[in-house]
């Protein structure tokens, strides 16, 4: 799928942090992707236009950047293109939960990422934080089915086990270093990855989920020759950029279940 | 001409886009410039006044950096210090397009840098564009004559070649690799080392020439040994460090043609 | 100390600019504290609930983010959290000396950071500047003791010399390289490590004093294999995140001096 991706190029808008928004746009171009990063109320319409996929971030809001964030939107909608929200620190402020709830409400979102906790905050479900790596793997599952029967959206809950789900189907992945948790943006640019593999015309859990295995496979690349999360940052970018879809199908740990009805 | 540069260490202003932002004041300061990146309409006119040059970047606009813009420009003419344009992204949106003209109009330019879409976009040429590769050198410098004659200023159009022109005289400068295209900001702070150049009090298109010439030299030194985009870019500060005059004078492919009559 | 920061895990809640914003919360995370960037005046005071720490930074204001920065300090000295300011390129322009003083006037500031020519300008003191490397440390301890005396708050004075002093005591660190001066960000995210060392719950100055040492020693093991600035910055990320207390210990060059009453 990243063959797909290289050779299209899609141009991926970004509204997103002023943290992450220089690591977000080279994480774009090592990809192959183009990125465009512009946020003003005045142009994001405009910018859209030319986009291929749009990819919505919360970090660090102002209200202006808000309505821009739904401006754009609306026009990713119109133009039938895919529309992928982080919702970065959800929860931690009543400013946040209810600009993602706006955002929620006013676009038309494809696919959602976030980690376990922020997930769960969108959708104003008060499940349990176990703290780190206890149970993970079973919450990070639970959360994802209930936040999607919430939502009515599809979810990427990133952790230490990656889950996508549309509440149908649920791929869980199994990649991915713990220094992804030391880079600052490390998920922000996963989520814009997604938006690129969005753009591929494949099925959407199936592309969701190829994005979010090789940027799996590629932080475990990265971390192969590193000294700490300064060079790990760096060799991440290098990673997306020289991964080739064989290594990324030798690596990955990629598991497919159908959910029962039960769990639904 | 890098000697005179580290020498006199210029206070260079830029009012830039959050993407490159850390990016560019970095590479001045790898550079032996200063860098100052204040934005604010509050104290842009205040700052102006200890600087030595000024770099005007479109990046991420917004309304109040338009007006910051402005008001810098006039404070640097009023001084007597260059000012360099980037119009990035100039004809992907009206505002964009719009705050250029406003800019070209309202402050006097030293020098205009962008690749070659943008600088026919700003002249309001429809200079059909050939596609990556194509006969793009003599695209260039066809492109590069057609805007001096429409803007009435000295431009740079950077590319596969590099055309450095106001009209009369026109150097062609063949340096540069493939992976610049990679790394977000590589033409901003270009355009920002142009800036730090033309404080050398040498003749404006032959600075201007120095400037390209050594960071096509830097970035070749720097891609000698990278494994991607995330290493260049860290390579591609240091060897702006460390690279002199004699590798640069050893390396650069440099062409200068006195444009006929017929051309003008 | 650093054990106890790296155990301790704290929230450091960042309002800094957009030049270094992404460097410092790389930083901190490195450190093992956890960075937020929340800068909006609708939501810092929020933010500020979940935090350890708040660290204040001028060095891209604008009038939005001075009201952000004392909404947000009035939040943690309500908390009692620590607050540190790092008045960048204060005395610059009278936007930034004007808003540095409000801040200073409406928040309880539990220590200040910077270099000579800032914290004396924010004293209001007009010390003439001997250029750099110049009688550069006996400056740094005048110019300490003379700000602590003016603005009856703790200092740290980087530069060659280090001094760290609340008027009674004063800590000199002789640790640190050169290239400090050449990354973009390097004194703001000093600034930033100031404030998670002093959640550890010592004496504040040992603590500022801890923090400073730490960094310096860190510096100093990054610029053991570098070619320059880019890999520089790349390699103190990684050296923040691995170094150890017993380096720390048997590298650091500390001075303790009880300043006579003479000085006072």
């Not at 660090?60 to 026009?75: F, N, R, S």
């Not at 769960?120 to 990070?140: C, E, F, R």
């Amino acid at each position: 799928m990243i063959n797909k991706v290289r050779h299209k190029q899609p141009l991926v808008h970004n509204i997103t942090n002023q943290v992450v928004v220089n690591f977000t746009a080279n994480g774009l171009y090592a990809l192959g992707a183009a990125p465009v990063m512009a946020n003003a109320v005045e142009e994001v319409a405009d910018m859209v236009k030319n986009a291929d996929a749009l990819s919505l971030n919360i970090g660090t809001l102002t209200t202006p950047q808000v309505e821009a964030m739904i401006i754009a939107g609306k026009a990713a909608n119109e133009k039938g293109i895919p529309v992928v929200l982080d919702p970065v620190g959800v929860g931690a402020t009543p400013f946040r939960t209810e600009a993602a709830q706006k955002i929620l409400k006013e676009v038309d979102i494809s696919i959602v990422r976030g980690n376990a906790g922020e997930i769960s905050h969108l959708a104003g479900l008060d499940i349990p934080m176990k703290g780190v790596d206890t149970n993970l793997k079973g919450d990070n599952r639970e959360v994802a089915l209930k936040v999607v029967k919430q939502l009515g959206l599809p979810v990427i809950v990133t952790g230490k086990q990656d889950v996508i789900t549309d509440g149908k189907r649920c791929y869980l992945i199994d990649n991915g270093v713990e220094l992804l948790t030391k880079v600052t943006g490390a998920g922000c640019l996963l989520s814009s990855v997604v938006a690129a593999f969005l753009t591929t015309g494949d099925d959407l859990l199936e592309a969701a989920t190829g994005a979010v295995g090789f940027y799996g496979v590629a932080s475990e690349v990265a971390a192969e020759h590193i000294s700490g999360p300064g060079s790990f940052q760096i060799a991440l970018l290098d990673a997306i950029y020289q991964l080739n879809s064989d290594v990324v199908k030798d690596t990955i740990k990629l598991d497919h279940i159908i959910v029962s009805e039960k769990e639904m």
